[in-house]
């Protein structure tokens, strides 16, 4: 659980992100025209997704910075051919289904991915779970 405010320009662009994954992965499935594609890349578009999403993107940005919180505070680390191998099985992915990639963002993914998997594995061998009914 996080109590954080999240600057509007983070949830701008983690918002716009994963609007922009569901749009290739929708180009990807059912190829859109120009026009289609332009419609649903509008402005007007984009802000009613970040509305209509808001509390998700939220509580995935909070879960982000929990993440990150508790990977900073319990020193871990990756080992860099994991991250490595890993930005190289994605770019190859990327290029089978003949998709633009920043390798940038690639490797900045990678390294979210890889340490949200570290976290849980952490959180699994450490962590007390009550269960409480009511």
Do not use: C
């Amino acid at each position: 659980m996080v109590e954080v405010d999240i600057p509007q320009s983070l949830f701008d662009e983690q918002g716009r992100q994963l609007y922009g994954s569901s749009l290739l992965e929708m180009q990807t499935k059912i190829k859109l025209s120009e026009q289609q594609l332009a419609t649903l890349s509008s402005p007007k578009a984009v802000n009613e997704y970040l509305e209509h999403h808001r509390e998700n993107i939220t509580n995935l940005i909070k879960q982000n910075l929990a993440v990150g919180d508790i990977y900073k505070r319990e020193n871990m680390q990756l080992p860099t051919e994991d991250i490595v191998k890993e930005v190289e099985n994605s770019i190859a992915e990327f290029k089978r289904q003949k998709q633009e990639y920043d390798e940038e963002r690639v490797k900045e993914q990678v390294q979210e991915i890889l340490e949200g998997a570290k976290v849980l594995e952490w959180l699994r061998e450490h962590a007390e779970v009550q269960y409480i009914t009511i």
